[in-house]
C-alpha cells in the first residue's frame, strides 16, 4: 500500500534542501529514487517541508536511512525531521 510522508525540518533552508538534492542526484528533474511516486517542498514560517508518496513504508526507510539521514547532516540541516506517515487511499497525477 502506498504511503505518505511529511517531513518538517526545523530551521531549515530551500539553499540546504538543493544542496541535499544536489548530494543525492536528484537535479536533473527526471531520476527518482526506487518507489518515490510523488514529491514536493516548500518553505515554513520555521523551516520546510517535504511531502512525498511512496509504493511501500519499506523503500522510504530504507532511502531516507541510506541518504536522507547523511546527507542532511552533510548539508547542514540542523536536526532530525518530524516525520508523519499516512496511508494514501488514493493519488491522481496530471500529465
Excluded at 527526471?30 to 518515490?36: R, S, V, W
Excluded at 523551516?47 to 536511512?65: L, N, Y
Aim: glycine share 10%; charged share 25%; aromatic share 10%.
Amino acid at each position: 500500500m502506498a504511503i505518505g510522508v511529511v517531513m518538517e525540518f526545523s530551521g531549515a533552508t530551500l539553499e540546504q534542501y538543493d544542496r541535499v538534492m544536489e548530494l543525492m542526484g536528484l537535479t536533473d528533474g527526471e531520476t527518482a529514487p526506487e518507489g518515490l511516486l510523488f514529491h514536493w517542498v516548500a518553505a515554513t514560517d520555521d523551516g520546510i517541508r517535504v511531502t512525498d508518496v511512496w509504493r511501500e513504508r519499506a523503500q522510504f526507510d530504507r532511502f531516507g536511512e541510506e541518504q536522507i539521514g547523511p546527507f542532511t547532516q552533510q548539508a547542514g540541516i540542523p536536526a532530525p525531521p518530524r516525520t508523519e506517515f499516512f496511508e494514501v487511499h488514493n493519488t491522481l497525477a496530471g500529465r
